[in-house]
């Protein structure tokens, strides 16, 4: 997968795609990231790619013509000829694990970071071919939300996971929230590794595992919950879950 990146602040992609599970799959050429900076789009002695707002008020907005030369340079340096940016924006569409997966499956995104008041609405309708956010916040900038996309979608590329990472174990890749994980020692003054995780019982971890996940979901993210239709053997294991959890005492951490 090609993925550009227009951005004011270039720095701030490339040290993102530095690091960890997307740096080493750069390394290894399995994603290519470029990044363009509208200011080098300029035509004046400034470098502007910004200008004041119509209609009056302090901010500035993201001009038209110094993003479209960027963008054609995009085209130009990816060989895809009518390839639209991807903005991310509070006003987009909610990123999930569904969409990200979507989107892994392309062989080329455009990125487009906004700063200040955003980007003028005209380049939006002609060379947007889609909004994302990254939840219902606002950033002061697009460069964060173009970084998650980067990593959600990096990660799913062919070859980037190693066996010990892998996706299909993922938190909603089956929809539900993960389940707790521990790692030694087995025995701490803050608690003790549930004992089937020690048993060495397959099954039984298994079992246990998928308790945990449709159990912490039903209690954190119902609305996930909604949307899945559980198996029988699943719904029998969520009502364990359930009685389990109604026979506990309410407070279920030991503070700290
Ligand atoms: C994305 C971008 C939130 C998100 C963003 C999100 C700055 C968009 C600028 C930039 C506009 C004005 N905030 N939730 N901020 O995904 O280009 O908001």
Known sequence: MRIDVITLFPDFIETCAKVG????????????????NPR???????????????????????????????????????????GKAIYLSPQGARLDQAKVEALAQRDHLILLCGRYEGVDERFIEHAVEEEISVGDYVLSGGELAAAIVIDAVGR???????????????????GLLDCP????????????VPSV?????????????????????????????????????????????RREHEHKPSDESSGE
């Open 21 to 36: 599970v997307v740096g080493r799959a750069r390394e290894r050429g399995l994603i290519e990231i470029a990044t363009w």
């Open 40 to 82: 080098d789009f300029a035509t004046d002695n400034y470098r502007s790619a910004d200008d004041r707002c119509y209609g009056g008020g302090p901010g500035v907005v993201m001009m038209i013509d110094p993003l479209r030369r960027a963008l054609a340079n995009v085209r130009q340096a990816s060989g895809s000829a009518a």
């Open 156 to 174: 799913l590329q062919e070859g980037v996971l190693h066996d010990a990472e892998s996706a299909q174990q993922d938190s909603f890749s089956n």
């Open 181 to 192: 994980h521990y790692t030694r020692p087995e025995r701490h003054e803050w608690g003790v």
């Open 197 to 241: 995780l020690t048993s060495g019982d397959h099954a039984a971890i298994a079992r246990w595992r998928q308790k945990q996940a449709l159990g912490r979901t039903w209690l954190r993210r119902p609305d996930l919950l909604d949307r899945l239709a559980l198996d029988k053997k699943q719904r029998a294991l969520l009502d364990e879950f």
